[in-house]
């Protein structure tokens, strides 16, 4: 499987074994089940983070 990641600084494909996603994708969704994840972020943080529009 190829995963292509890009940001205005470049972009990496990377290749990653089939069998290797599955269980990865198992332990994330077991730590963070589908549709929960809003939940999990700290929306006050986050939008601290953000510059200021002055």
């Known amino acids: ?3 292509t990641l890009g940001s205005s600084a470049g972009t990496a494909l990377l290749e990653v074994p089939v069998q ?3 269980p990865f994708l198992q332990n994330t969704e077991a730590l963070v089940p589908r549709g ?3 939940g999990r972020i700290d929306w006050d943080t986050e939008l601290a983070f ?4 002055d």
Request: glycine content about 0%.
């Open 20 to 22: 290797d996603i599955k």
């Open 50 to 53: 953000l510059p200021s529009q």
């Open 36 to 38: 929960t994840e809003s």
């Open 1 to 3: 499987m190829y995963i």
